[in-house]
C-alpha cells in the first residue's frame, strides 16, 4: 500500500467495501434491502397522499406526520439505494437528516404535550405560523450540522488504493460528531422525556380510567416512534464508550439500523393507530 499522496493525476477505480467481512453476501443484502426500500417508499408516500386529500387530517399533529415523512423519505433515498456503493453523499446528508428527523420528533412530543395541558389553546399556541417556526428551526439546525463538513473532509489525506482509507488524523470527526449527538439528539432527546413525563403527570391526575387510556394511546405511537429512532443508536455510543468492541459488520449492520428501520415502520405505526388512515387504507385496498 502506497503513501499518502493528495495529487494523483491518473484515473483510477474506487471499489468501496460495504459491509467488511460481509462481501460475498452482499447479493443476498440486496434483496431485504430492496423489500425495504420499496415498504418505505409506499408507506411514506401513502401518509402523504392520505394527509392531502383528507381535510380532516390537516391539523398541527398531521402536518408534523407529513414532514417526518418527507424526511424519511428523504434519508431513505440517500442511504439505501447506495447502501453498498458510494458514500461521500452520505456523509454530507445522512447527519442532517438525521437531526432533522429527531427534531420533528421533539417537534411532536411537543404538540402533545399541548394537546394534554392545554386542549382549549391548543389550535392557538399550535397556529400555521408557530408550524413554520417549528419547521424553520429545524431545518436550520440541519443546515448547522452540515456546515463543517466539507471542512473536515477536505483536510482528510486517502491512501492510493482501489479502497477509499482515510490516512490522516479523524480526531476532529470524532470530536464534532460527539458534539453532533450532544448538541442535537442528546438535547432533543432530554425534552423529549420531560415532554412525556409532565404528559404522565397529568394524566394520572384524571380520575377517569377511560381518560387515561384514551390519553395514553394518542401518544404510544409516538412513543413506539421515538423508541425504534433512539435505541439503536444509543446502543451503538454506549458500546463505543463502554469499550465494548465488536465485529466491523456488526457495527456497521447496527449503525443502519437507525436508517433503515423508522423510515419503514413509521407509517405502519402511525396508521395503524390512526382511524382516519385505517379507513382510507381500507378504501384503497378494497377499490383496487
Not at 72 to 101: A, C, H, N, Q
Not at 201 to 222: D, M, N, R, Y
Request: charged residues 10%; aromatic residues 12%.
Amino acid at each position: 500500500m502506497s503513501s499518502c499522496n493528495n495529487s494523483i493525476s491518473q484515473r483510477l477505480i474506487f471499489v468501496l467495501a460495504g459491509i467488511p467481512g460481509l462481501e460475498s453476501s452482499h447479493g443476498w443484502f440486496s434483496i431485504p434491502f430492496f423489500l425495504v426500500f420499496v415498504i418505505t417508499v409506499l408507506g411514506n408516500t401513502t401518509i402523504l397522499c392520505i394527509i392531502q386529500v383528507e381535510k380532516s387530517l390537516h391539523e398541527p399533529m398531521f402536518l408534523l406526520l407529513a414532514m417526518l415523512s418527507v424526511v424519511d423519505l428523504s434519508l431513505f433515498s440517500v442511504t439505501v439505494p447506495r447502501m453498498l456503493g458510494i458514500f461521500w453523499m452520505k456523509m454530507f446528508f445522512i447527519p442532517s437528516f438525521y437531526v432533522m428527523e429527531s427534531g420533528i420528533l421533539l417537534a411532536i412530543a411537543f404538540d402533545r404535550f399541548v394537546a394534554i395541558w392545554y386542549p382549549l389553546r391548543y389550535t392557538t399556541i399550535l397556529a400555521k405560523n408557530m408550524l413554520v417556526k417549528m419547521a424553520l428551526a429545524v431545518l436550520a439546525r440541519a443546515v448547522a450540522v452540515l456546515t463543517p463538513v466539507p471542512i473536515l473532509a477536505k483536510r482528510l489525506e486517502s491512501f492510493q488504493t482501489h479502497i477509499i482509507i482515510a490516512c490522516g488524523d479523524i480526531s476532529d470527526h470524532i470530536v464534532y460528531g460527539l458534539m453532533v449527538i450532544v448538541a442535537s439528539v442528546g438535547f432533543d432527546l432530554f425534552f423529549i422525556i420531560l415532554s412525556y413525563g409532565l404528559i404522565l403527570h397529568a394524566v394520572f391526575q384524571i380520575p377517569s380510567w377511560e381518560a387515561w387510556g384514551k390519553a395514553l394511546s394518542t401518544c404510544g405511537s409516538h412513543l413506539c416512534v421515538i423508541a425504534l429512532f433512539y435505541s439503536p443508536v444509543v446502543f451503538s455510543v454506549l458500546a463505543q464508550i463502554l469499550g465494548y468492541h465488536m465485529a466491523p459488520y456488526l457495527q456497521i449492520i447496527i449503525d443502519n439500523l437507525y436508517f433503515l428501520l423508522p423510515p419503514m415502520v413509521n407509517p405502519l405505526i402511525y396508521g395503524a393507530r390512526t382511524k382516519q388512515m385505517r379507513e382510507w387504507v381500507k378504501h384503497i385496498v378494497t377499490a383496487s
